[in-house]
């Protein structure tokens, strides 16, 4: 029963992120497509937005449907696959159903001819980057020195650690132990290590990504995504300082096995703070800050800003060999993506999968 909940809850929460999406990403832009701003409340557009919500959540409740079958009439090593294979399977099918709105958003704006009735603009602000919208990267220290800490005790109390360590916990509180080494005592240590890593890159991303700046109110678009940068980079210190504090109590259930029945709901607590947080953060700011309420807030419907969709395949990955930047914003959604013409972007792709999956190989199998 614990399952069967965890599972349909997450794929319900899925659901919920992908339904909003048209509402957090930027008002010049939908499906994918670059539209002129009171473009957005149009009512015909309004519905298609509506629309596309239906479909998603349809989509959604089958397949938490799907889940549900797999708890009632199947054995849990079924189900646990099954999740997976539904969670992908939504992931899929609901990229299909986005292909659908994008597809009618390109039409309407080639039937309407958007584009030739505006003036077209692109806003740089040479300023914008000298400007601190981050945190310092010295803030990641703090994570740091507890990852240190973690590493000087689990040796200083090695000879306690019980020859078996548990080495993984699922949602029902079944542990699975291996034997302990001087390696594989250090794969939350580790991981930890990845986790700062990986914040602390993302923090640079936020500080370098190319800026966007909305041409018919350049004032005010620049203030968003400057407090847009600056909520997301707190955010995300505050993230990686929880994750790197629930891998550090996972490391003292190995030390001290007595704390293992609270390993799951610790683990759980914390996974939903980050999630809840990053919904609700999504939903206040809107992509770039677009949401954010800023004085002043008056809008030249004569200029939009530079229609740059033939760089945006299917709406969603950016390919543009003539734009040094490796860092963008997303087209659809919250959040930063690749300019994928970058051979840097395939590079750190690589990098970022290779370390994630090889520290947990090369300290287990030392």
């Given at each position: 029963?614990?399952?069967?909940?965890?599972?349909?809850?997450?794929?319900?929460?899925?659901?919920?992120?992908?339904?909003?999406?048209?509402?957090?990403?930027?008002?010049?832009?939908?499906?994918?497509?670059?539209?002129?701003?009171?473009?957005?409340?149009?009512?015909?557009?309004?519905?298609?937005?509506?629309?596309?919500?239906?479909?998603?959540?349809?989509?959604?409740?089958?397949?938490?449907?799907?889940?549900?079958?797999?708890?009632?009439?199947?054995?849990?090593?079924?189900?646990?696959?099954?999740?997976?294979?539904?969670?992908?399977?939504?992931?899929?099918?609901?990229?299909?159903?986005?292909?659908?709105?994008?597809?009618?958003?390109?039409?309407?704006?080639?039937?309407?001819?958007?584009?030739?009735?505006?003036?077209?603009?692109?806003?740089?602000?040479?300023?914008?980057?000298?400007?601190?919208?981050?945190?310092?990267?010295?803030?990641?220290?703090?994570?740091?020195?507890?990852?240190?800490?973690?590493?000087?005790?689990?040796?200083?109390?090695?000879?306690?650690?019980?020859?078996?360590?548990?080495?993984?916990?699922?949602?029902?509180?079944?542990?699975?132990?291996?034997?302990?080494?001087?390696?594989?005592?250090?794969?939350?240590?580790?991981?930890?290590?990845?986790?700062?890593?990986?914040?602390?890159?993302?923090?640079?991303?936020?500080?370098?990504?190319?800026?966007?700046?909305?041409?018919?109110?350049?004032?005010?678009?620049?203030?968003q995504n400057q407090l847009y940068r600056k909520k997301w980079s707190r955010f995300l210190f505050i993230s990686s300082v929880l994750m790197v504090l629930m891998f550090l109590f996972i490391q003292l259930t190995f030390i001290h096995p007595i704390l293992q029945k609270y390993e799951t709901p610790i683990t759980l607590v914390i996974i939903a703070i980050i999630f809840i947080g990053s919904i609700i953060l999504s939903?206040?700011?809107?992509?770039?800050?677009?949401?954010?309420?800023?004085?002043?807030?008056?809008?030249?419907?004569?200029?939009?800003?530079?229609?740059?969709?033939?760089?945006?395949?299917?709406?969603?990955?950016?390919?543009?060999?003539?734009?040094?930047?490796?860092?963008?914003?997303?087209?659809?959604?919250?959040?930063?993506?690749?300019?994928?013409?970058?051979?840097?972007?395939?590079?750190?792709?690589?990098?970022?999968?290779?370390?994630?999956?090889?520290?947990?190989?090369?300290?287990?199998?030392?």
């Open positions: 029963m614990i399952t069967a909940i965890f599972y349909i809850s997450m794929l319900l929460i899925m659901v919920f992120i992908f339904s909003i999406l048209p509402y957090i990403t930027r008002r010049t832009e939908q499906f994918g497509v670059t539209i002129p701003y009171k473009i957005y409340m149009r009512t015909d557009i309004k519905q298609i937005r509506k629309t596309y919500v239906f479909y998603t959540i349809l989509l959604g409740i089958i397949i938490a449907l799907l889940q549900l079958c797999l708890h009632i009439f199947f054995r849990e090593n079924v189900q646990h696959i099954g999740f997976t294979i539904n969670t992908f399977l939504f992931i899929i099918l609901s990229f299909f159903v986005y292909l659908q709105f994008h597809k009618k958003m390109k039409n309407m704006k080639a039937k309407e001819n958007w584009p030739v009735e505006k003036t077209q603009r692109t806003v740089i602000d040479t300023s914008f980057h000298l400007e601190r919208n981050v945190l310092s990267n010295w803030f990641y220290l703090i994570p740091l020195v507890v990852t240190i800490g973690t590493i000087l005790y689990t040796f200083f109390m090695y000879d306690s650690i019980p020859n078996e360590i548990p080495m993984h916990t699922n949602v029902n509180g079944e542990v699975r132990y291996d034997a302990k080494t001087p390696f594989n005592v250090l794969v939350m240590p580790g991981t930890q290590l990845f986790m700062i890593g990986l914040f602390f890159f993302i923090n640079i991303i936020i500080g370098k990504a190319k800026q966007q700046i909305h041409a018919g109110n350049p004032k005010v678009s620049k203030i939903i206040r700011t809107g992509q770039g800050g677009s949401r954010l309420k800023i004085d002043d807030d008056q809008i030249d419907d004569h200029m939009i800003d530079r229609d740059e969709d033939e760089h945006w395949k299917l709406g969603q990955f950016y390919f543009n060999k003539n734009d040094p930047s490796i860092f963008i914003e997303k087209r659809f959604g919250v959040g930063w993506t690749n300019n994928w013409a970058h051979p840097i972007s395939w590079i750190l792709l690589l990098l970022i999968i290779g370390t994630a999956i090889g520290i947990p190989l090369l300290l287990t199998n030392l």
